[in-house]
């Protein structure tokens, strides 16, 4: 059985602030995939990014980054010059050998101008 | 391109009444479903996934149901609703196994 901890549930910052979101997980699949989805207000899901556990190489979106460690089994997710529309609740989740997606239970990001 | 569409957006329905949610997906064919819930709090609880017409995967025991009549189509169902069944009710669908999902806008389940 998978599961990810997502030790902070709500953080505000100011904005242009940098803000690291952490994500820990377990698994005894050897092949998993872990995933960052973005709750806006508004309640839909978006995908912000899918790695595999083959895969450490970190990865720079725009001012996003994320930071997977297997060793540490993290797959952090920063956040560099923090806007107001990045206010939402963050998840992280995992899928192993299964058809299973399972979620962490989100940390909410409120980024005040 | 893929485009996921649910409804009704919003519902307030009395304890004891039935309930029919839809999800459709255009754009993409046998595709995986799924149907979660998120309670106050914010956690997401897988419900129900399809991997194929008529192929249902239930996640958790309650009252609730899913059917899959159509390819591109998942339906989520109860005969009784309880208070505990109140909500956001959120369908993905997923192309391969290993993919990503994809969520719609959701349906926000009142239950008074």
């Known amino acids: 059985a998978q599961k990810v901890t997502q030790a902070q549930t709500e953080i505000s910052v100011v904005e242009k602030e940098d803000v690291t979101l952490d994500c820990v997980y377990e698994?005894?699949?050897?092949?998993?995939?872990l995933f960052w989805y973005k709750q806006p207000p508004s309640g839909e899901l978006v995908f912000l990014i899918r790695r595999n556990s083959f895969d450490e190489q970190n990865e720079i979106s725009g001012r996003y980054s994320w930071n997977f460690q297997k060793s540490t089994s993290s797959f952090n997710f920063t956040i560099t010059a923090s806007q107001v529309v990045d206010s939402a609740v963050y998840f992280c989740?995992?899928?192993?050998?299964?058809?299973?997606?399972?979620f962490g239970k989100g940390m909410k990001l409120t980024v005040n101008p | 391109s893929q485009t996921i569409h649910q409804w009704p957006a919003t519902l307030v329905q009395p304890v004891g009444s039935p309930l029919s949610l839809e999800c459709t997906v255009e754009?993409?064919?046998?595709?995986?479903l799924y149907w979660y819930r998120q309670a106050a709090g914010r956690g997401l609880q897988l419900l129900f996934y399809s991997v194929g017409i008529g192929q249902i995967s239930s996640e958790v025991p309650q009252n609730l149901s899913a059917s899959r009549p159509q390819d591109r189509q998942f339906i989520l169902s109860s005969k009784k609703l309880l208070l505990s069944d109140s909500g956001f009710y959120l369908c993905?669908?997923?192309?391969?196994?290993?993919?990503?999902?994809?969520f719609g806008p959701g349906t926000r389940l009142t239950v008074l």
């Open positions: 993905a669908w997923r192309f391969l196994r290993e993919g990503e999902q994809f």
């Open positions: 698994t005894r699949d050897t092949t998993y995939y």
């Open positions: 754009g993409t064919s046998n595709p995986n």
């Open positions: 989740a995992i899928q192993g050998g299964s058809e299973k997606l399972v």
